[in-house]
């Protein structure tokens, strides 16, 4: 089973490459940007057909090792 899995900073988290992104984007004269969050993404295939099983494995993941909690936030999905 594929998984897409999203790691972001926390909306209360200040992101300065997503600030810096953002001035660059609007320096190239790209408009209409109104804010920019950068992050992380993970494309995981598990070995296993049952989908609540799946899932517990990705969260697990994610909760030990792929996301900080303190700072981050995680979500995943199913790809078909």
Do not use: H, W
Not at 21 to 42: D, H, M, P, W
Not at 54 to 79: D, G, H, W
């Amino acid at each position: 089973m594929k998984f897409e899995v999203f790691i972001t900073l926390k909306k209360e988290v200040l992101d300065p490459q997503g600030k810096a992104i953002e001035n660059a984007l609007s320096s190239l004269g790209i408009q209409g940007i109104e804010t920019v969050r950068q992050g992380k993404y993970f494309s995981i295939v598990i070995d296993e057909k049952e989908k609540n099983k799946a899932e517990k494995i990705v969260k697990s993941a994610c909760q030990k090792l792929l996301a900080n909690e303190t700072i981050e936030e995680y979500s995943f999905k199913i790809v078909k």
